[in-house]
């Protein structure tokens, strides 16, 4: 009897153990978008995120890489967490969007690992395929996030607001939002957008306005892993309750799960 319990007693200490062991490792944040670096250029992403993901009550750490010559984590740190929530702010040159190696480190990540990721950035293509256009097997925007058609900088929403929606079928279907230009500053760079034509995924978010109407994020389960890829800043959707929405259907998506409640009754 005594045996017996005392097996009990260490079951339920060893439940308690990974049941928290999985809350700490849901999501690692990687800081790119240079607010550090370069404090007078470039907006801070993480001011409207954090408060979204606080709200939310997602477990997470974050990363700031402050010199932007410099890599993220690698694959195997991010393999410890079931979301890498890459954001790139308004960084658009030089390639310190994503390092080659932060290209590589992430579809480790993605292919061994089985790894999730969120990358958030509107000018990724620019900065690292700016012939793009027609993205081939072998490129890490084929192979990692499922893209195979782009049209870049179809909008342009400066100083303004635009009007989204979440596309049917998509995680974050029927979900309107309207995007701010946080980043139109003494630098006038402006929020853009480009356009998903052909993706290997779904396509995820729609822009209603301004015209033309077309697709600016997309979301696709390779069978392996599970990548969204926007160009629609998440830190730009203006209002806080549609920032969490979208945030929480992204990321229960990406964990297979429908929403923060169910993902902590899971662990």
Same mark, same amino acid.
């Given at each position: 009897? &005594?045996?017996? /319990?005392?097996?009990?007693?260490?079951?339920?200490?060893?439940?308690?153990?990974?049941?928290?062991?999985?809350?700490?490792?849901?999501?690692?944040?990687?800081?790119?978008?240079?607010?550090?670096?370069? !404090?007078?250029?470039?907006?801070?992403?993480?001011?409207?995120?954090? !408060?979204?993901?606080?709200? /939310?009550?997602?477990?997470?750490?974050?990363?700031?890489?402050?010199?932007?010559?410099?890599?993220?984590?690698?694959?195997?740190?991010?393999? %410890?967490?079931?979301?890498?929530?890459?954001?790139?702010?308004?960084?658009?040159?030089?390639?310190?969007?994503?390092?080659?190696?932060?290209?590589?480190?992430? %579809?480790? =990540?993605?292919?061994? =690992?089985?790894?999730? /990721?969120? %990358?958030?950035?509107?000018?990724?293509?620019?900065? &690292?395929?700016?012939?793009?256009?027609?993205?081939?097997?072998?490129?890490?925007?084929?192979?990692?996030?499922?893209?195979?058609?782009?049209?870049?900088?179809?909008?342009?929403?400066?100083?303004?607001? $635009?009007?989204?929606? $979440?596309?049917?079928?998509?995680?974050?279907?029927?979900?309107?939002?309207?995007?701010?230009?946080?980043?139109?500053? /003494?630098?006038?760079?402006?929020?853009?957008?480009?356009?998903?034509?052909?993706?290997?995924?779904?396509?995820?978010?729609?822009?209603?306005?301004?015209?033309?109407?077309?697709?600016?994020?997309?979301?696709?389960?390779?069978?392996?892993?599970?990548?969204?890829?926007?160009?629609?800043?998440?830190?730009?959707?203006?209002?806080?309750? &549609?920032?969490?929405?979208?945030?929480? &259907?992204?990321?229960?998506? %990406?964990? $297979?799960?429908?929403?923060?409640?169910?993902?902590?009754?899971?662990?």
């Amino acid at each position: 009897m &005594k045996n017996l /319990l005392h097996l009990f007693t260490l079951s339920i200490i060893f439940l308690m153990m990974t049941a928290n062991v999985g809350i700490a490792q849901q999501i690692i944040c990687v800081d790119r978008d240079g607010s550090s670096q370069y !404090p007078d250029d470039y907006t801070d992403d993480w001011q409207y995120l954090q !408060p979204a993901l606080d709200a /939310l009550g997602y477990t997470y750490d974050y990363v700031e890489v402050t010199d932007l010559a410099n890599d993220g984590p690698d694959g195997a740190t991010m393999a %410890l967490y079931n979301i890498a929530f890459w954001f790139t702010g308004e960084v658009w040159s030089d390639g310190e969007t994503l390092t080659d190696n932060d290209e590589y480190e992430i %579809l480790l =990540y993605l292919t061994l =690992y089985g790894g999730n /990721l969120l %990358l958030s950035s509107q000018d990724f293509l620019y900065d &690292k395929y700016p012939d793009a256009g027609i993205l081939y097997p072998g490129e890490f925007p084929h192979d990692g996030l499922g893209l195979t058609d782009v049209v870049q900088d179809v909008w342009n929403i400066e100083p303004d607001t $635009g009007n989204v929606m $979440g596309v049917d079928g998509s995680c974050i279907a029927g979900v309107p939002f309207a995007v701010l230009d946080i980043y139109t500053g /003494l630098d006038d760079d402006g929020l853009y957008i480009d356009e998903i034509v052909g993706t290997l995924g779904d396509n995820m978010m729609e822009v209603v306005n301004p015209e033309p109407i077309g697709c600016g994020a997309t979301q696709w389960n390779s069978g392996t892993f599970r990548t969204i890829f926007s160009t629609v800043s998440y830190a730009a959707i203006r209002d806080l309750d &549609k920032r969490k929405e979208v945030l929480d &259907k992204s990321i229960a998506w %990406l964990l $297979g799960t429908t929403g923060t409640v169910l993902v902590k009754m899971e662990q």
